[in-house]
């Protein structure tokens, strides 16, 4: 199956990317025969995948990635780089190729030590592939500082170094470091689309697919986690009976602390699966005795790792009252359309009496004063205010309308 066949719904880009690695190929060939390399390539050294959350950014970096250490022997005939079945599409794909880097963080941002760590390993010539390729999936996490060391390296990158980074949008990039990249714009895909790959790709059964792709509006990863796990149907479900439950103060208040405990008990559940694992496994590099102490002057070391920790379970929490604060707005949504007439498809048509009630005891005004109180909360959360006082401010306007 060739790489492209991942990219859900992206004909267009995947019509660029195969095409830009076409023009790789030939580049790399040519420089080692004495063919004359292509005049007017779509080859460049840095590209930029922006689209909103679910449209697959980091899935078409990975597959052009792979597209560009294909060693396929078809692409003598012809053959468009990117059969996915060979070795360098292979081990691109499952990313334990030598030669690609794909970088992504747990933590709040990417700091300018791992940034200074990733431009070291570009000026680096490929060890074993046709191309040594970056992959840095969270873009829009990179401090400031962070991203002023990434520009040196995207100005004057080494002869067969590629950079592929993807943000949500290209106001989530420094201002010269997307200047220096080729946009590559994603959209969100259909929702069939989105069935279709969940039957084809993950054996998931077609009603199960269907509901899944609806439910979250063509986000390809929250709809297989939404049709896999029984944990994240029953968060969902919780979340989408909250506007029934803050009819007064008091429900306002215990559904905020409910969302707030929820997002908590994910974290923590991160945190025993990989926190515990994490530690040992530095003890034992660090020649600790099992069950005694630790040798000395290795302290700093263990602390610096409880950090990171403690960093990325409050990104877990954030990210968990995310999801549930856009599943709330996918309620007060599918309320508007009802309210409008407009005639959309209801994505959350398990709780159809649920929007029926609300919009026929609200204005239209009110709904969107409501969508307009969830993004604000999104934004406090952004903001580093207490979550539970940004929930808290966000049920109580809910409730006023």
Known sequence: MPVWDDLVGQERVSEQLAA????????????????????????????????????????????????????????ALGGVPGCGFCDGCHTSLVGTHADVEIVRTDLLSIGVKETRDLVRRAQLSPAT????????????????????????????????????????????????????????????????????ILVRRDGIEPPVAAAAARATQGHIGRARRLATDERARARRAAVLKMPLRIEDVGGGLKAAQELIDTAAEDAKQLAEEVDVKETEELKAALGAAQGGRMPRGTAGVMKELEDRQKRRRTRTQRDSLDLALTDLTGFYRDVLALQLGSGLAIANTE??????????????????????????????LDRNVAPLLAVEAMTMALRAG
């Open 129 to 196: 592939g046709r191309w040594q390729v970056i992959v840095l999936e969270d873009a829009d996490r990179l401090t400031e500082g962070a991203g002023n060391v990434l520009l040196k390296a995207v100005e004057e990158p080494a002869p067969r170094t590629v950079w592929l980074l993807c943000a949500p949008s290209i106001e989530d990039v420094l201002p010269t470091i997307r200047s220096r990249c080729r946009l590559l714009t994603l959209r969100t895909p259909p929702v069939d689309a989105v069935a279709d």
């Open 20 to 75: 830009a690695a076409r023009d790789a190929d030939a580049l790399v060939t040519a420089a080692g025969t004495d063919t004359a390399p292509p005049e007017a390539s779509k080859m460049t050294h840095a590209w930029l995948f922006t689209g909103p959350p679910g449209s697959g950014r980091s899935t078409a970096a990975r597959a052009f990635a792979a597209a560009l250490q294909c060693v396929s022997p078809d692409r």
């Open 351 to 380: 709780v159809q009496d649920s929007l029926e009630r609300i919009a026929g005891g609200s204005r239209p005004e009110a709904t969107l004063r409501r969508i307009d109180a969830i993004a604000a909360c999104r934004e406090a």
